[in-house]
């Protein structure tokens, strides 16, 4: 008897299509040039979403599907994870994911360039997701960063919390009077490197600034409240894109109105990653774990000759940030190679990654929240 293709599907690993996603700033350039094209360039689609379940909420873009990642089935028409996953939940989730999260991955990864500074905006958390836009998920988020260039004489920067004094009052007043400047000054301003990891948990005003190539992993919705009604190349953002359909006044029940310095941000919002493993093989840190938020956990491996991932009855994408290899799992094997995406099913055990080019190997592993953790959706 033949087996079913969807089982097959989750014994083996499966690489993803590019999925590029309309935003309201330009870049991209670096993650074209991230995944070997030619002529990388700039333009309306900043964005690869990556292992995404999650459809993308673009006002006057409705009728494009965007955001759905696409199987590259080799010889065969690409499927849509989210149907394939849909078939056999357990076979591509796990038991334990299932039980909690049913057939939603609970996690969405992406890479994102920006050229132009992005506009202020948060984030809901859970319980304002909840709330707000009966969601049970909110959109805490964490940027790891690849690499950058510097636009217009600036350094790759984040603007993240705000500074001591800001009251939602006065937060309201410097919106309706669209005071960019202002905004910009109530916000701590950070250079970001290679290799750091900043938690932006829900509630968390903040703006990725020019010039950053970053993998970011985040629950899986799309819910942006956008502060400014024009982006900083003069895009202008419609009133759904700033308040996602709440309207203006609920738009600050979103805000979380603590304070930090930009010492605090350093210190508390910048993980340090942690040394998991370190052999001749590889060096395995994790760089967000489930002890830094319950939503999401990202490790990084480095490869010199090979390592065995294993999956323990769930899930996980890994993205290569550098380098090539071969994957080889029971039955089978696939190269890879820098800026390639793959969903790894929980029906794949044990998994050999070797490296094969003269630059290392990176992986990028992207875990769902930790099912055997939390109790419920909260
Ligand atoms: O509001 P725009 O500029 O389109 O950017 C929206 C983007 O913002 C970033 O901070 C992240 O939250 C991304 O996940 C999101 O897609």
Redesign the pocket.
Known sequence: MQPQPSLHLSQRPLKLLSNR?W???HGGKMIEQWQGNEEPQDNSFP?EWIASVVQARNAGREHIIEGLSLVDIEGGTPVSLLELVSTAPVSFLGERHVQMFGSQLGVLV?A?DSAER??I?V?PDRQTAKALFQSAFG?T?AWYILGGREIDGEEPYILYGFKQGMTREKWEKLFWDQDIAGMIDSLNKLKVEPGQVFL?EGGMP???GSGCFLL?I?EPT?F?I?VERA?PGGRVIPDF?CHQGIGFERMFDCFHYDAYSREEVAERFRLEPKLLHESKGFIERSLISYEDTRYFALSSIEITTSCVVGQQGSFSALVVATGGGNLVWDGGSMEVKQGDQIFLPAGVEELRCERTTGEKLQLLRCFPPQASLVTNHE
């Open positions: 996603v935003r309201t700033y964005e992406k994102l992005l506009t905006q984030h959109k988020e932006v903040h703006a990725i970011e985040q799309d942006t956008r982006t894109m």
